[in-house]
């Protein structure tokens, strides 16, 4: 009876055990899908932060949705984990703010990536009604989204890199309104005490027939790596065609003597007009730019998923 009863236990005893290990192993492997699903980028939840920010309305220097929007992207950064600095300053006496990520681990070469987050004032380009203001889905919003998921991934890398993000503001105050452009990239570059190894700028790179020429300012061999990379993930919006040479945020650092590109689809026909909207991006494109930008930094910084 008594030897009966402790074959019962120990049987009972190893049966315990291997539902434990199998629910431990399902927990594990779980676990581990759930890491590469956060270090894989989104082109989904990317286009979900552009419709947040579209939502705002308006977002050019003194409109509510100016400063919403900013308060928006610190709130989306620091619940990534994400330090932010506020770096403010004034041009014609309008208060004027960039925002600056950082993560606490950071290591080896300076690397930046940065957008626009203002949207410009006038559609002048609008044929209907050029004194609206511009919604800015793919013109500050699209670079913006692709940056806050990239700002979700980058944790789930062991990237070799000091990674930061700008997003800049006043880019798009030029022409209609009389500003300078760039405003935020140029007061930022001329205040930066770090030597960046690569700006890398996304700026409109939403659209639904996305095509990435190379941009006739851009540094050269900079150009080389991130299409190589991204052209390497069989993504076909990197193609090796010339590209206008466009007056944009990455100037700024070129004239201080810092490798940068622009990675814009200018051949976009709501370009400042009212029919810069939502339906004119897609998840697809927003994606191709963020699995390039992350190829990219995979081969320059030297990354695996954290396991």
């Given amino acids: 009876m008594l030897a009966h009863s402790s074959l019962k236990a120990r049987e009972a005893t190893r049966t315990r055990t291997a539902a434990l290990g199998l629910v431990l192993g399902t927990l594990l492997s779980a676990c581990a899908s759930e890491i590469g699903a956060t270090a894989a980028f989104n082109g989904g939840l990317a286009l979900d ?7 705002f ?16 992207i610190a709130r989306e950064l620091e ?5 932010v600095e506020r770096q403010a300053f004034e041009y014609a006496g309008v208060p004027l703010l960039n925002l600056i990520a950082t993560r606490s681990e950071t290591k080896g070469p300076f690397i930046l990536l940065a957008a626009h987050y203002d949207t410009r ?17 793919n013109d500050g919003a699209s670079g913006t989204s692709v940056l ?13 890199c000091d990674i930061r993000l700008a997003f800049f503001d ?24 770090d030597e960046p190894q690569a700006v890398v700028v996304l700026d409109m790179v939403g659209d639904r027939d996305l095509r990435l020429p190379i941009e006739g300012n851009s540094t050269p061999e900079l150009v080389e790596a991130i299409w190589s ?22 100037l700024p650092f070129i ?50 998923e954290i396991q």
Avoid: N
Avoid at 49 to 55: C, S, T
Avoid at 121 to 137: E, F, K, N, Q
Avoid at 148 to 160: N, Q, T
Avoid at 230 to 238: D, I, K, P, R
């Fill in 229 to 250: 990379a991204a052209q390497a993930e069989g993504l076909t919006a990197f193609v090796d065609d010339p590209g206008p040479s466009i007056i944009d945020d990455h």
């Fill in 148 to 160: 806050i998921e990239l700002a979700r991934v980058i944790p789930g890398h062991e990237f070799a």
């Fill in 57 to 72: 309305g308006p977002r050019f220097p003194g409109s509510p949705g100016h400063t919403e929007i900013q308060e928006w």
């Fill in 170 to 193: 006043a880019e798009d105050g030029g022409g209609a309104v009389g500003w300078e452009f760039s405003l935020g990239a140029r007061h930022m570059a001329s205040t930066l005490t």
């Fill in 121 to 137: 004032r006038l559609a002048d380009r609008d044929g209907i009604d050029p004194s609206a203001p511009v919604p800015g889905a």
């Fill in 255 to 304: 004239e201080r003597g810092w490798p940068a590109v622009d990675i814009i689809d200018f051949t976009y026909p709501s370009w400042h007009t009212t029919q810069d909207t939502l339906d004119k991006l897609s998840a697809e494109s927003l994606e191709q730019v963020g699995r390039g930008v992350l190829a990219w930094l995979k081969a320059t910084c030297g990354a695996d």
């Fill in 79 to 83: 619940a990534r984990g994400w330090a």
């Fill in 49 to 55: 932060a552009a419709a947040e920010q579209v939502a």
